[in-house]
């Protein structure tokens, strides 16, 4: 089988965005004086939406939902959203599928604008069709349905479609719209019982892609 169009989250697939994450989330619990979450409570949290986050943190709305969310947004804009690194040979890998002929985007629950910049910065906006992030306020769809509305909108077929994720988002996105699935080990999912049983393949090293997505 070969896979012509790449569908790839970002935090936890391309980048190690939990330095960030961790940082901005911490940040905003100490101005609402809250009691400190765990970094590992944070990391299992990372894959959904901001507001889908804050949902699994404050049961009910109130006040204070939506200004640690805001104060999260704010310290993340400022000086969490470089707090990252990429993964080992995501460029070498990304630069070879490229010069392959791939059609690769980027849907991720990240805001667009960060996505962006982060992109930018790391020299990487060649590589990818579109940068399908989410925005910064109103209401957000899943990425499930997101994922369907890009697969409309560029009409691309599904047969010949692939996505590349780590969590149970990137997961559902992909069964959602009977896309087969690739499941980085590396990621912030650290189920992998889970991950075996959910996805169509699991790599362990980025450029194992090689070996599934074909010429």
Do not use: W
């Not at 990429?86 to 805001?111: A, Q």
């Not at 997101?146 to 599904?158: A, C, H, M």
């Amino acid at each position: 089988m070969s896979y012509k169009y790449l569908f790839f989250d970002m935090d936890g697939t391309l980048f190690d965005t939990s330095e960030g994450i961790i940082y901005s989330m911490k940040k905003a619990y100490e101005l609402n004086n809250l009691k400190p979450l765990e970094e590992n409570e944070i990391i299992k949290l990372i894959g959904p939406t901001l507001d889908e986050i804050m949902n699994m943190l404050f049961k009910e709305d109130s006040k204070l939902k939506i200004k640690v969310r805001n104060d999260f947004r704010q310290i993340y804009a400022s000086k969490g959203v470089f707090k990252l690194q990429l993964f080992p040979k995501v460029i070498k890998t990304l630069e070879i599928l490229f010069k392959r002929n791939k059609k690769m985007y980027i849907i991720t629950s990240k805001p667009s604008i960060f996505a962006e910049q982060i992109i930018e910065k790391f020299n990487m906006s060649k590589y990818f069709q579109k940068i399908f992030g989410v925005p910064l306020e109103g209401k957000i769809p899943s990425k499930s349905k997101r994922l369907k509305y890009l697969i409309r909108e560029l009409n691309i077929p599904v047969k010949e479609s692939i996505i590349i994720g780590d969590t149970e988002s990137d997961i559902n996105a992909g069964k959602y719209n009977n896309m087969d699935i690739i499941c980085v080990k590396f990621g912030f999912c650290k189920n992998h019982e889970y991950l075996k049983n959910s996805c169509s393949y699991i790599i362990n090293s980025f450029d194992d892609i090689f070996n599934i997505v074909g010429e």
